[in-house]
């Protein structure tokens, strides 16, 4: 192994220590139940490489050899089963410059998309300022896509709905994405906007179902 190599798995093993304290943050949160979600955090920029979790594993018990170091396409650069959405990371990671990449399946984000496919508009709020937004005065739009289980449309989706004020997306019956610069700052973003997601599910609750199965009317 030549010294390239070696100082890249250091790389890849301490920001597999990093995504999994993460991780295991967000998963106490319940976020990222099942084995769903998944963090990256950029290696080097040029050429681009990311750590992403690894596919399929328990989001509250990774260590930090469950990293899979990728390239800017997504695709695994020296083995390894990075999580399907890999190559949104690296597609978030090129089009904002963000250090770091945040995925997580919220009850709060699928429940508040379900009727704001526009987008979901925010205003007035303190815990604006923990985005880089004003308290006052300011509407600001967390952007909402359409979900698709191909990594391309999706990108292009979040490409073109993406508000650059604004550094998550919803992805509609699906989860939230969040960046920053580093993983410190993608956790903040996350954590600020699942606040304004469940304030809007607290403040607009959900109402009766649009279609009841035959029979299960209501007495
Ligand atoms: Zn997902």
Redesign the pocket.
């Known amino acids: 192994m030549n010294d390239i190599d070696s100082s890249s798995d250091l790389a890849l093993t301490e920001a597999g220590a990093v995504l999994a304290a993460e991780a295991a943050r967000f998963a106490s949160f319940g976020w990222m139940r099942g084995t ?3 963090l990256s955090m950029v290696t080097s920029r040029d050429p681009l490489r990311l750590a992403v979790t690894a596919s399929g594993l328990d989001k509250g018990e990774l260590t930090s050899s469950d990293a899979v170091l990728v390239d800017d396409s997504g695709a695994a650069v020296n083995g390894g089963r990075p999580s399907a ?1 890999a190559a949104l990371h690296a597609r978030i990671a090129r089009l904002t410059g963000a250090g770091a990449v945040v ?1 997580v ?1 919220s009850i709060a984000a699928v429940a508040v998309a379900r009727r704001r496919l526009d987008g979901i508009v925010f205003r007035d709020l303190e815990m604006l300022k923990g985005v880089g937004r004003a308290a006052h005065h300011e509407d600001v739009v967390l952007p909402v896509i359409e979900n698709s289980q191909d990594m391309a449309v999706l990108g292009d989706r979040l490409e073109a709905a993406r508000n650059p004020l604004m550094p998550a997306v919803v ?1 509609a019956g ?2 939230l994405y969040a960046w920053g610069a580093d993983p410190r700052q993608a956790r903040h973003h996350t954590e600020v906007v699942e606040w304004l997601l469940e304030l809007e599910l607290a403040e607009h609750p959900p109402g009766p179902p649009r279609h009841r199965p035959s029979g299960q009317g209501q007495p």
């Open positions: 769903s979600g998944n959405e995925h399946h992805v699906h989860g």
